[in-house]
């Protein structure tokens, strides 16, 4: 039985522990998801001055972006459940010089923010590991002003993610965990035809967008990108949790050997497809 509560306690723990991999790999997710996060930017309609709520921020690549449009008249919120990579993510921007990052401890689910203060919200690559996205999505449309703008990154579906679901597969077997029923969070959640269009409608958006955006990962090799999802990827620590040390290293031994297919003369390249998900309040 799926437990939610369980579920979100757990993710808090993986993140705390994955923070310092994330920021340290953070130019390679940079190269990675640096075009997704444009869209997801153009897509909210981040300019000059705008109020811009950051969910799920992790490490805050994609603040420092959305921070650097908006110039010192702007403002953005990064807000994560976990604290250790929040500290991360305001390292990050006192490094870049931007004093309009503010950083908060805050539950995706549960957004303790005036109604109405923003004009964007943005979310890469979070929205889909909420257990309830419905009230993810209530809050987020409360947070937003009239005519304000929603915009995540979501991976598509599984078949477009070779990067990520031969992993995920590897691990669910020896884990002898089930899919995820719809509804559930998971990495895939989003992606399937015509589902972000109904949560996004359902929770009273409007002028509801997709776009897809190719994202292959390019890393050395195979060893290379079996090394960063091994240190930095929460979800699939989590997937493992329950497995003694020699088996989680024989399933990374085996993720390695099946992500050797994407290996290459110019080095690694893993299918990746994001989808851009955009609405207005």
């Known amino acids: 039985m799926f437990d939610p509560a369980h579920y979100k306690r757990s993710t808090r723990d993986q993140w705390e522990d994955a923070a310092e991999a994330w920021h340290r790999w953070g130019p390679a997710i940079e190269a990675w998801l640096g075009p997704a996060t444009s869209v997801m930017l153009d897509a909210a309609g981040v300019r000059e001055g705008s109020r811009v709520l950051d969910v799920a921020a992790g490490t805050g690549g994609q603040s420092i972006a959305a921070a650097r449009r908006t110039g010192p008249t702007g403002h953005v919120l990064a807000t994560d459940i976990a604290p250790t990579i929040l500290k991360y993510a305001a390292m990050q921007a006192a490094d870049a010089g931007l004093a309009n990052v503010e950083t908060r401890e805050l539950d995706g689910e549960n957004l303790a923010v005036p109604a109405g203060e923003f004009d964007a919200v943005i979310s890469r690559v979070g929205?889909?590991?909420?257990?309830?996205q419905r009230a993810a999505l209530a809050g987020i449309r409360t947070a937003l002003r009239d005519g304000g703008r929603l915009a995540a990154v979501v991976y598509s579906t599984a078949d477009r993610n070779g990067f990520f679901s031969v992993p995920v597969g590897i691990i669910r077997r020896r884990a002898e965990l089930p899919p995820p029923a719809p509804g559930q969070p998971g990495p895939f959640s989003l992606g399937g035809p015509g589902v972000a269009e109904q949560i996004l409608a359902d929770a009273g958006f409007r002028d509801i967008r997709v776009e897809a955006v190719p994202s292959p990962i390019r890393l050395a090799n195979?060893?290379?990108?079996?090394?960063?999802e091994r240190e930095s990827f929460g979800a699939l620590h989590q997937m493992l949790a329950g497995l003694p040390e020699t088996e989680r290293s024989a399933a990374w031994t085996e993720v390695e050997d099946a992500l050797r297919q994407f290996d290459g003369p110019d080095g690694f390249t893993g299918p990746c497809e994001m989808l851009v998900i955009s609405a207005a309040r």
């Open 127 to 132: 929205l889909i590991y909420f257990p309830d």
């Open 222 to 228: 195979a060893a290379e990108c079996a090394r960063f």
